[in-house]
């Protein structure tokens, strides 16, 4: 009987396991969607690790939980850090390029301008200073 | 193209019926508990019935009063919402039937594939069930009346400032 569990257990693991791995790729797709659409933000690089904020004016989590968050973190790093803020739906054609389909979200970018990772729904706030250390 | 009128939909209560369904919908594999997929079946079919989200009552008594889950409130259609759900039930329903006659591969198979739907659902934004319901309302299938929120692609969770 145990034994049997212990087979589903590790099945379902290799389940979900399979669906995180589809979930990684779609993820890697718009990292390289967004790493591709650096140009439609910047004329020139600003030479640091950029945080690009998607938000809509009405967004109850951007406002609560996400605004306070990435303010946070703006304080801590002061100037080694660009914060870009974009109203997706003031600009639903740079939302679109970069694969942006609901808010908030929010992209790591390196001083290269590498999309490096992608947020997608809330992202607190020791979870971007924890993306932004390993850049 | 017509305005119509969104309602406030709280996503918080839907994303906690996601992933109790989920939850519980693993267990059930794990343990092999065909009676707890149907359980979750049954829960999904009165949920259906009275147009809210059957687990819904979890965060409505205990998740949202004590804060432990913060609403989400969007301008939304809950009609595709309730559809989804419907035909979650009906997967839940072939699949427990399925495994009470002992087609155990179809039967966790369908539990399976609620728990993928559910999981794009609460973790990817995408209803799968909502947008089978958008695209039925394409050939003016009678019921499928409401229009996805403006500027929101089918199925989607919905950006805020969609127009009211």
Redo the contacts between chains.
């Keep these: 009987m145990s034994s049997e569990i212990l087979l589903r257990f590790g099945l379902a693991i290799v389940i979900i396991g399979l669906g995180a791995f589809a979930y990684w790729l779609i993820n890697q797709r718009l990292l390289v969607r967004a790493s591709n659409n650096v140009f439609t933000l910047f004329k020139k690089l600003p030479n640091k690790p950029v945080l690009v904020y998607f938000t809509t004016p009405d967004c109850v989590p951007c406002k609560t939980v996400q605004r306070p968050a990435i303010d946070r973190v703006s304080n801590l790093l002061g100037e080694k850090l660009e914060v870009v803020e974009i109203d997706a739906i003031e600009q639903p054609d740079l939302a679109k390029a970069w694969g942006v389909m609901s808010v908030p979200t929010t992209f790591v970018l390196d001083a290269h301008g590498e999309a490096r990772y992608v947020n997608n729904g809330v992202a607190r706030a020791e979870k971007l200073l924890e993306q932004i250390q390993t850049l | 193209m017509t305005t119509q009128i969104l309602q406030k939909v709280d996503h918080s209560a839907l994303k906690t019926n996601q992933i109790i369904i989920i939850s519980l919908n693993?267990l059930a594999?794990?343990?092999?508990l065909p009676i707890l997929a149907a359980l979750v079946a049954l829960v999904m079919g009165i949920g259906s019935a009275l147009k809210i989200p059957g687990f819904g009552f979890v965060y409505k008594n205990l998740l949202k009063p004590r804060g432990w889950m913060?609403?989400?409130?969007l301008?939304d259609n809950p009609e595709p919402h309730r559809f989804a759900q419907f035909l979650g039930f009906l997967f839940m329903t072939a699949g427990s039937i399925a495994l009470f006659v002992g087609a155990s591969v179809l039967g966790w198979s369908l539990v399976?594939l609620v728990v993928?739907l559910a999981?794009l659902n609460a973790?990817?934004?995408?209803c799968v069930g909502c947008a089978v319901y958008y695209w039925l309302g394409r050939f003016n299938l009678p019921g499928f009346t409401k229009q996805p929120p403006a500027?929101t692609?089918p199925g989607?969770?919905p950006?805020?400032?969609a127009s009211l």
């Design positions: 693993v594999f794990i343990l092999n913060k609403p989400d409130v301008n399976w993928a999981a973790f990817g934004g995408f500027g692609f989607m969770k950006k805020m400032g």
